[in-house]
Structures are given as structure tokens and as C-alpha cells.
């Protein structure tokens, strides 16, 4: 390689040193930085603003929060006050349902044994006469309650059928006893 001559390499510097062309590159430098810096204090108003309209907008979903927590808890606290009605309510359906079983197994246990001592006569017939009985329809009819019908009204009468039945029984023994 060949070397360039000293007063190439002064010729070279007398250019680049009279050449203008870096200096207007770092006045454009210093220009381009002077400019961005100007919009900095409006990209800090536009961030604040957006700062804020977050913060407002945080605070409304936090009040809609508190709102929707403060009805959840105002829901919460009347259905626990109306718990213990609600469980006497219960309490008292169930009692109701348990007294018109025990009334519906007293009168079948009634026709029970109506139809126990209607069999047990017409045995003493047949063992008396020695000859089979003539037929006779015993009609047994037993009820099935749903729960869902269950109230007071059922329990009267569930008492009122249990009387009725009696008597009529009684009726039917008496025409058996006289044959």
C-alpha cells in the first residue's frame, strides 16, 4: 500500500475542516433536542390528565362497589331476620303434617279393626253353623295423602272422616248380628 504524502494529509484536513456540513449536523441535533424537550411539558399534562381521568374513574367503580356491597349485605341481613319466621313457619307446617298422619293411621287403624271383628263374626257364623259362610264384600278404602295437600283444614277433616266411619260400621254390624 502506498502512503499518502504529507501534504495530502494537510490538504485533507484543510477540507474537513473547512467543510461546514458537522457543524449544521450538530446545530440540527441541538435544534431536533430543543424541540422535543418543548412538547415534554404537554406530554406531562396529557399524562396527569390521563391520570386523573384513571383515578376518577377507579373511584366511581370503587363507589359502585361499595354500593352493590352495602345492598348485597342489606339483602343478607333481611333474609337472616326472616329466618327464624320462616323456620316457624316450617316448624309449624311439619307439627301440622305429623298430627294429620297420626289422625289418618288412627282411623285406618279404626277400620282395621272394624274389619278384624266383621271377619272375626263371620268366622263364629261359619264355625257355629258348620257350612261356609254366604259371601259378603268387606270394602276396606284407604286414602293417600300428597304432602303437598297438607294444612290445617286436611287435619279437621281427616277428624271429621274418622266419626263418620264409626258409625257407619256400627250399621253394618247390626244386620250382621241379626242373621
Not at 484536513?13 to 441535533?29: E, H, M, V, W
Amino acid at each position: 500500500m502506498l502512503m499518502p504524502s504529507t501534504d495530502e494529509i494537510r490538504n485533507e484536513i484543510r477540507k474537513t475542516l473547512s467543510d461546514p456540513t458537522p457543524l449544521y449536523a450538530l446545530a440540527g441535533a441541538g435544534d431536533l433536542a430543543y424541540a422535543k424537550l418543548r412538547e415534554v411539558p404537554g406530554h406531562l399534562e396529557a399524562l396527569a390528565a390521563d391520570r386523573r381521568a384513571t383515578q376518577d374513574a377507579a373511584a366511581a367503580r370503587l363507589q359502585e362497589a361499595q354500593t352493590r356491597l352495602a345492598q348485597a349485605q342489606a339483602k343478607m341481613v333481611g333474609t337472616v331476620t326472616t329466618l327464624p319466621t320462616d323456620l316457624k313457619s316450617l316448624q309449624d307446617r311439619a307439627q301440622t303434617f305429623a298430627f294429620q298422619q297420626v289422625g289418618r293411621a288412627a282411623g285406618l287403624a279404626v277400620k282395621a279393626k272394624e274389619v278384624y271383628d266383621e271377619l272375626a263374626e263371620r268366622g263364629k257364623g261359619v264355625v257355629g253353623q258348620g257350612s261356609p259362610a254366604q259371601p259378603e264384600s268387606a270394602a276396606v278404602t284407604v286414602e293417600i295423602v300428597e304432602p303437598a295437600a297438607v294444612d290445617a283444614q286436611i287435619v279437621e277433616d281427616a277428624s271429621a272422616e274418622a266419626k263418620p266411619a264409626k258409625k257407619a260400621t256400627r250399621a253394618r254390624k247390626s244386620p250382621g248380628t241379626a242373621k
